[in-house]
């Protein structure tokens, strides 16, 4: 067990995922995640959807995900898709203040463009004003048509409200992308899907070429097909291809922790200090038991 990497996957929509999948991160050797707010698949109707969103990923998600050993964070925002429902978003922004004190709230994200319209464009904007004066890092969803140009325009947009590049985690890159984004100072994040996008034979010679410095891998697994085993499956593969085990450490793990601590929450301590598991724990008189036998390891069973 020595040699087991730790791993953090730092974009990954656990609502929309199952207790097996918990369970088999934790088995990998995920040891933290973050969540970012992002849209459901279809549109929400009314901030009240948002509200209770919101607050699952600062209450029940966390405690599901603690009930399998693993520590969950997350990014609140509004996300691109639904900027375009302008009367709605304006009431999503004012909900924002709210969640971003929370004490697993590590940045404003998923934000950025889908279409690159008018409206994502204001609300892109607008919150990255709200980074700016909170010093809050930005976790930004690059367009997956027309990937270059808007992620060019993304980096541009963050420069001109005066973010701070090393506080921006540019996330869906590809080979296109990723030499621009470093080169600007940017932290180039990569979601690796099981058939499309980036996959990760592809992250392998990346990492080569490129190197480990600001780069993160991450699997975006989502209500979609996605892996949420992707990154451990990575830190595999670049190991039995010649990656070095520190470069591993970092683009699965390091670079993760360094760009989303920022704040002060995220805290290795979180997970090396992790007192074990007692699922006879509740959230609100709720478990995630169904009544099967709760499983209790490490400095909890007494
Ligand atoms: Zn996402």
């Known amino acids: 067990m020595k040699d ?27 040891v933290a995640i973050i969540e970012p707010s992002f849209w459901l698949g279809q549109p929400r109707t009314q901030v009240g959807s948002f509200q209770d969103y919101f607050s699952s990923l600062v209450g029940w998600e966390p405690f599901r995900a603690s009930q399998f050993g693993i ?63 909170l010093n809050m890092t930005v976790q930004v969803h690059t367009p997956h048509r027309d990937k270059k140009a808007g992620t060019i325009k993304s980096m541009e947009v963050c420069l001109e409200h005066g973010l701070d590049p090393s506080n921006v985690i540019i996330d869906h890159n590809n080979e ?24 990760n034979e592809r992250m392998v010679e990346v990492v080569r070429k490129y190197g480990s410095t600001n780069i993160i891998v991450d699997s975006s697994a989502d209500w979609g097909v996605s892996d949420p085993l992707a990154v451990p499956k990575t830190a595999s593969l670049m190991l039995s291809k010649g990656i070095s085990r ?4 970092k683009t699965c793990y390091q670079n993760a922790l360094d760009a989303f601590g920022k704040n002060g929450k995220m805290k290795e301590e979180h997970w090396l200090g992790n007192k074990g598991i007692d699922q006879r724990e509740l959230f609100n008189d709720n478990s995630v ?12 069973i007494v």
Request: hydrophobic share 40%; charged share 30%.
């Open 176 to 199: 296109e992308t990723v030499k621009e984004v470093l080169d600007r100072g940017f932290i180039a994040a990569f979601t690796i899907y099981p058939k499309t996008k980036m996959g």
């Open 246 to 249: 520190e470069d591993v450490i």
């Open 4 to 30: 087991k990497l730790m791993i953090i996957d730092p974009h990954i929509h656990m609502t929309s995922r199952t207790t097996d999948d918990y369970e088999a991160m934790a088995a990998a050797g995920i």
């Open 71 to 133: 520590k969950h964070y997350c990014t609140i925002g509004l996300n691109s898709k639904e900027a375009n429902n302008e009367a709605l978003a304006e009431q999503v922004i004012e909900l924002l203040p709210l969640y971003f004190h929370k004490e697993n709230v590590v940045a404003i994200g998923e934000i950025g463009y889908d279409d690159q319209t008018p409206a994502e464009d204001k609300y892109f904007r607008m919150q990255l004003d709200l980074a700016r004066e």
């Open 289 to 300: 038991l169904r009544g099967q036998e709760p499983k209790i390891e490490g400095d909890k």
